[in-house]
């Protein structure tokens, strides 16, 4: 009988042992959830928002270690991003990516160019941004350096993105939201 019992709690242990290190495969890996705090990306996404996000469609970071795994793709303007804060890397933060590496950005009359074209993509079209911050400035045009990236916050009058504080390194990326998972009514594909 004890022989039995030992069994049974030696299965229960190697399941649960199993199924953490699944888990933290998956969230170094693969997916991760977040919650949106604040409004700097409404209308897309607003507070309280839980949202999944494609950890490995930019190439993961391995943990412990300084190296990434292979990208499925290379970020696109117009893709929601999750980064690690440049100024606070204890913080994670989310904005729409509209700048690449090597691209000249400027936001003149509420619309964003980049190298001297309006940005065609509908999504930037249906938002007025604001020139502020050192990286924003009315007539400023920002280049945006080798492996680096610009992006803006949706709610353009309440978002710190980088206008106020300059690029997201490559190395910062965290990965693509894909969806909003909770609340029910706002489950949706994140665009």
Avoid: C, H
């Amino acid at each position: 009988m004890s022989l039995k019992k030992k069994s049974v709690a030696r299965d229960w242990i190697e399941s649960i042992i199993v199924a953490f290190l699944l888990a933290m495969v998956i969230r170094a890996f693969v997916v991760q959830a977040f919650k949106i705090p604040t409004g700097s990306m409404r209308v897309t996404l607003i507070e309280g928002d839980l949202i999944l996000v494609n950890k490995f469609i930019y190439g993961a970071k391995v943990p412990f270690l300084n190296s990434w795994l292979p990208a499925v793709r290379t970020p696109k303007r117009g893709d929601v991003i999750v980064f690690i804060y440049p100024e606070d890397k204890k913080k994670d933060f989310i904005k729409r990516l509209v700048g690449l590496p090597g691209e000249t950005v400027e936001i003149k009359g509420g619309s964003i160019y980049i190298n001297d074209k309006p940005v065609p993509e509908p999504v930037f079209n249906q938002i007025y941004y604001y020139n502020r911050g050192d990286f924003g400035a009315e007539g400023q045009k920002i280049v945006i350096p080798k492996n680096s990236y610009f992006v803006l916050g949706d709610n353009s009058a309440s978002s710190k993105d980088s206008r106020y504080w300059g690029f997201v390194p490559k190395a910062n990326l965290l990965g693509k939201a894909l969806i909003i998972y909770w609340p029910l009514n706002r489950i949706r594909q994140i665009k």
